[in-house]
């Protein structure tokens, strides 16, 4: 069965810092692997996705995160927050056939 | 807007009661997901109907059922309702079946069980 752990529920940021926000996944198949981002009484939004190819995959926003298979970790980042990122982030994980297994998400703010 | 709607966006009912969710996709797309959020449990996969056919299921209980009509809406039907089926109701949808593809959420719905 795959699982998504994602550490740190809560993440605060000052705004123009680096943004980290972890996932580490669990996997026996290649994965699919997505960010996904929930805005205060909204739905999820994809920020991005990795499937095959380039590991270094860039999203909207300016996020971008590294699929690394060796640790087993799909990170997010972003250069410098903005306080229209403080927002909960979905970390999720599928294969070919599978429906999406979130983790259990991050909040993120970002501090004037 | 991802183009997936969903009604009503609020629901309050009481215990022992049965509601049912609806779910539009977006144009073109065949596959309609639905999803439960709560504090406790997350975001929990429940069910996936593909072109109008269950194609996946996950922690649906046996009180909640779904279904997809032919023009591909979708409704989620949830009885005997609960405390603890209090939650924020999700339906996605994607062009295709496969895990990798996007999927794109509505809005949800918000379920109060008194």
């Known amino acids: 069965a795959q699982s998504v752990t994602q550490l740190g529920s809560h993440v605060s940021v000052s705004e123009g810092a680096l943004v980290l926000l972890r996932c580490n996944y669990s996997?026996?198949?290649?994965?699919?692997l997505f960010w996904y981002v929930q805005y205060p009484n909204q739905g999820l939004q994809l920020l991005l996705k990795y499937t095959t190819g380039a590991t270094l995959v860039k999203g909207i926003n300016g996020f971008e995160a590294e699929f690394k298979k060796s640790e087993t970790s799909f990170h997010l980042t972003k250069p410098s927050a903005h306080m229209s990122d403080a927002a909960e982030y979905f970390c999720?994980?599928?294969?070919?056939?599978?429906?999406?297994?979130f983790g259990k998400g991050t909040r993120l703010s970002v501090i004037a | 807007d991802s183009g997936v709607t969903q009604t009503p966006k609020h629901l309050i009912t009481a215990t022992g009661q049965r509601v049912t969710l609806r779910c539009s996709p977006r144009s073109g797309d065949l596959s309609v997901y639905w999803y439960q959020q709560s504090l406790d449990q997350g975001l929990q996969f429940l069910i996936q109907?593909?072109?109008?056919?269950?194609?996946a299921k996950g922690n649906i209980l046996e009180r909640f059922s779904a279904q997809q009509f032919p023009d591909l809406h979708s409704e989620l039907n949830l009885s005997s309702l609960e405390l603890g089926d209090s939650a924020l109701y999700f339906c996605?949808?994607?062009?295709?079946?496969?895990?990798?593809?996007?999927?794109?959420f509505g809005p949800g719905t918000r379920l109060t069980v008194l």
């Open positions: 109907y593909y072109n109008g056919e269950e194609r």
């Open positions: 999720a994980v599928s294969d070919r056939d599978t429906p999406l297994v």
């Open positions: 996605a949808s994607s062009a295709l079946r496969g895990g990798g593809n996007e999927q794109f």
């Open positions: 996997s026996s198949v290649p994965p699919y």
